[in-house]
């Protein structure tokens, strides 16, 4: 028979023994392990890039500023969603485009070369207002800011450019102008309104000393007009007594004396008196109405008869020829006090005539104009003088303020004039007219109105 032999396991080549194969599948294993090692380790670094992406990608969408990186040629590398909304253009189209190409037609290109070349220079930002096309062609001016980029060698590989459109910020700054203005404009009336409030105590207490030397002026003159007719009555029967027989020394000396002339002269003299007191009563009673915080008894007053008392009154008083036009406006009436109206109509037509004739050898010239509204009578005045300067035409209605010499006005007119208007729910306007001259524009509420 023949033997059949089991096969052998092919031996180890010469040289290598079990120990070296262990070694070589130990390293095996930990250059295996250290692969797994790397690749958690890298899948942890790229989450992180990826969450760090999305981080400068959530930076840029959330900016209301606009951000561009471009090359040192001025070609688009990256920017944000701001940009694309503001040119109307996706970012796609954006990357790669020259920064030429968001300027609006009107802007000069130079602008934005000359901006790349100082930031260069200065190795700093350089900011420049430039003119950038909006989703409709239309130009939104944009303040530019732009800074160098450079890489490890200190070479410049391109700019950052960083703007915010200016339009916002004027709007804002409008709106916070006019808010500073309004302000302004509350502060003033609260001020004006405690000027008022003062002043009203003052008159009050003026108008009160004032009436009792009134009054006793009045009582007296009365008194001195009844003795002078009860002298008169006595010496004319003196007269008619003595006939021819009075003795001539007496007469001489009424003749020296002018006793007749006196007695003719007497009665004028009395009445001119008791009417200058009446109308100083009236002023005080008018100082004393102004004073009154409540409001007096109202009635249906034609406008047109009180400018007319008032162009009276005042040119009584004119030393100058004064050529008042007046414009009537038959029907025109409001609801108010007519005294208080006639006193603010004859200070308006005082002040005219004071500004007027200030210039020398000029004509003194008002033109009053009366019309109707929708519920409202509008009564304006335009004198010839030289009109209200800037500075001073924001304070014409305050208390004590005049550019009237001194003695010559107390300023007050115009002052106690606004109160009227203002409590008859009426507004009393000053300004300059276009052709010269100062105007004044009134406006009552009328019946019903």
């Not at 200058?276 to 100082?287: H, K, P």
Request: glycine content about 8%; proline content about 5%; overall charge negative.
């Amino acid at each position: 028979m023949t033997d059949r032999t089991q096969p052998q396991p092919p031996s180890h080549p010469e040289g290598v023994g079990d120990d070296t194969w262990l070694d070589v599948i130990h390293k095996m294993d930990e250059v295996y392990s250290q692969l797994l090692r790397d690749e958690v380790a890298l899948e942890q670094k790229n989450a992180q890039l990826e969450a760090s992406q999305q981080f400068i990608y959530g930076l840029l969408s959330s900016m209301s500023d606009v951000l561009v990186a471009a090359d040192a040629q001025g070609l688009i590398e990256q920017t944000n969603q701001a940009l694309c909304e503001l040119a109307g253009r996706s970012e796609d189209a954006l990357l790669g485009a020259p920064m030429q190409s968001l300027l609006h037609p009107s802007q000069d290109g130079a602008a934005l070369q000359n901006m790349m070349h100082r930031a260069l220079t200065l190795r700093q930002g350089h900011s420049v207002e430039l003119m950038l096309s909006d989703a409709a062609g239309q130009p939104v001016p944009v303040d530019f800011t732009a800074t160098p980029r450079y890489d490890s060698r200190r070479r410049c590989i391109g700019y950052v450019f960083v703007g915010r459109p200016t339009a916002e910020i004027q709007r804002a700054y409008r709106q916070l102008h006019e808010a500073h203005e309004a302000l302004k404009r509350t502060q003033q009336q609260q001020l004006h309104a405690e000027k008022m409030s003062s002043l009203g105590r003052l008159v009050a207490g003026v108008a009160h000393e004032l009436n009792n030397p009134i009054s006793f002026v009045l009582g007296n003159v009365h008194a001195l007009n009844r003795y002078t007719q009860r002298l008169r009555q006595y010496l004319e029967a003196v007269h008619a007594a003595l006939g021819d027989q009075e003795l001539p020394e007496l007469r001489k000396l009424a003749r020296q004396l002018r006793i007749e002339h006196i007695l003719n002269d007497l009665p004028s003299l009395m009445d001119g008196t008791i009417e200058g007191a009446q109308r100083t009563a009236s002023i005080v009673d008018g100082l004393k109405g102004f004073s009154a915080l409540d409001g007096e008894e109202r009635e249906t007053v034609a406008m047109d008869a009180v400018v007319e008392r008032a162009i009276h009154w005042v040119k009584k008083g004119m030393k100058l020829d004064f050529d008042v036009q007046f414009q009537r406006c038959p029907g025109c009436t409001v609801l108010g006090n007519a005294g208080q109206l006639l006193q603010v109509l004859m200070n308006l037509i005082q002040n005219a005539y004071d500004a007027a004739s200030s210039q020398g050898g000029v004509l003194p010239v008002l033109r009053i104009t009366a019309r109707q509204e929708p519920g409202w009578v509008a009564i304006t005045l335009h004198d010839n003088g030289p009109g209200i300067a800037p500075e001073v035409l924001s304070h014409v209605f305050e208390p004590f303020f005049t550019t009237k010499p001194v003695g010559k006005g107390t300023g007050l007119g115009l002052s106690i004039s606004y109160g009227i208007v203002e409590r008859h729910g009426g507004q009393l306007l000053a300004r300059n007219h276009p052709q010269g001259g100062a105007e004044f524009a009134l406006r009552l509420p009328a019946p019903g109105g």
